[in-house]
């Protein structure tokens, strides 16, 4: 299948939100084989009467099968407010996609897919979803809500994500995270999709990451890497030219005379970054491009019930 043809196969909210929905109801579906199945009632659209609560919405049918009392959720009614944030660099669109390859095998699209799994996780538990997206620029910005026409808002600026950049996006995290942050005042779970590559230091970055989390909020950043070639840098030994997709510079080199000092500098810049994070109480997960989002999905529900 061509890219244009893929395309076309998840123009429309509906396809993204329809393909993301597979992944939840699969994701559901084998919980009860997991150390993950108390959470099932995560996933109620009901929830547990309290005594003095109006008895307009009580859920009889339930009764008669359970023998307990539910009330019925409705959008209103919003029990977690969560912020997506989506790095939208040029080196997010890493790898190149060749013709057969579903638009998830990138670092944007495997982003894109994972918000809209999330986002659907979210409406079903009638939660509140917000966006933000950065590159060079603060591309855009989209409060927390959970009415069906926010969902369906935000998933075409996710499926718009999908376009190749006419060019070249640097990477501004620290700016925009800093932004970010101030316009986030109820407290809510921050979640960061991002490859880590920006200018600037290390000190910074972080900096700006401590601030996502005042006024209370919880943050999981999702290290999204090209596992193959980020990090175990699989190339043969022909001379290639490597370009950096946000600078347009350039090196020759052949792969395997670089290929141990890389993997060793990339692993301590890992190490780095969990440590950083797990002092500063921050969630961090690296997730490939290669893997399934059963990650993505474990990750936020364990980190919603740290939440509370």
Known sequence: MKIEEQKELVSGFKHLELLANQVVEGFISGMHKSPFHGFS??????????????????????????????????EEETNLRCHLIIDNSSSMHYPKLKN????????????????????NLLKKQRDAVGLSVYSDTFEYYAPEKGSDRHHRMILNKLEELLEKPKNSKSTDT????????????????????????????????????????????????????????????N???????FIDLETGETINIFADSVKDAYEEKVNDYFKTLAMTCAQNRIKYVPVAVEESFEKILTTYLVEKQMFG
């Open 41 to 74: 009632a995560e996933f109620a659209e009901h929830k547990v009467y309290n005594s003095g609560e109006s008895t307009k919405h009580i859920d009889w049918k339930l009764f008669a099968k359970t023998d307990r009392l539910y009330t019925k959720k409705y």
């Open 100 to 119: 057969e390859e579903p638009f998830y095998h990138n670092k944007i699209g495997f982003s894109v897919l994972a918000s809209a799994v999330l986002m």
């Open 174 to 233: 620290v700016t925009f995270l800093h932004q970010i942050a101030e316009k986030i005042h109820r407290r809510s779970m921050i979640i960061l999709f991002t490859d880590m590559f920006q200018t600037g230091n290390n000190e910074a970055l972080f900096n700006a990451l401590q601030h996502l989390k005042h006024n209370k909020h919880k943050v999981v950043v999702f290290h999204v890497i090209d596992k193959k070639t980020e990090i175990n840098f």
């Open 235 to 241: 190339f043969d030994n022909a001379p290639r030219k």
